[in-house]
């Protein structure tokens, strides 16, 4: 029986810390670039394509506060954005969690398999939990992220 493998490895991971106008203060920008491979059954060569994970986190806080996750895969020479992982349902335990949630999400798009099977296979029931509205301090504040050197 041929069996469908899906394998992925770090390439490498970068990150800034910047002051935003737009928040008033400094956010972690975290990038990690991956490397994707499958192959399904039937087929004798693999495909393989590019993914990045971009996390921009407030820099200030106690504990981990994501302000967005976005997927982005390379094709035809440009980085593109096909997924999100949205923030406003569950809150991430740490950076790690976030991005494993979005490797899992990449390798649910590209298999086309469920995000709960996937899940399953790397013995992960959910890394999440439900966020509560306490502390919530985002009065007046739209989601638009913009850096500037620090003056």
Not at 48 to 53: N, S
Not at 68 to 79: A, K, N, P
Not at 124 to 137: L, W
Request: glycine share 4%.
């Amino acid at each position: 029986m041929e069996k469908t493998i899906f394998s992925r490895a770090l390439l490498y991971d970068q990150e800034d810390v910047q002051y935003s106008p737009d928040w008033e203060e400094e956010l972690r920008a975290h990038c990690s670039v991956w490397a994707c491979s499958w192959i399904l059954p039937g087929m004798q060569h693999p495909i393989t394509t590019r993914v990045k994970i971009n996390v921009i986190s407030r820099e200030k806080s106690n504990s981990f506060d994501p302000v967005s996750c976005l997927i982005e895969q390379y094709r035809e020479g440009y980085w593109n954005i096909y997924d999100e992982v949205f923030l406003s349902q569950k809150k991430f335990k740490d950076r790690e969690s976030l991005k494993n949630e979005a490797l899992y999400m990449i390798e649910c798009f590209l298999m086309g398999i469920p995000l709960k099977q996937v899940r399953e296979k790397y013995g992960i029931a959910e890394d999440v939990v439900e966020k509560s509205d306490e502390n919530e301090d985002n009065t007046g504040r739209e989601n638009i992220i913009s850096f500037s050197p620090r003056s």
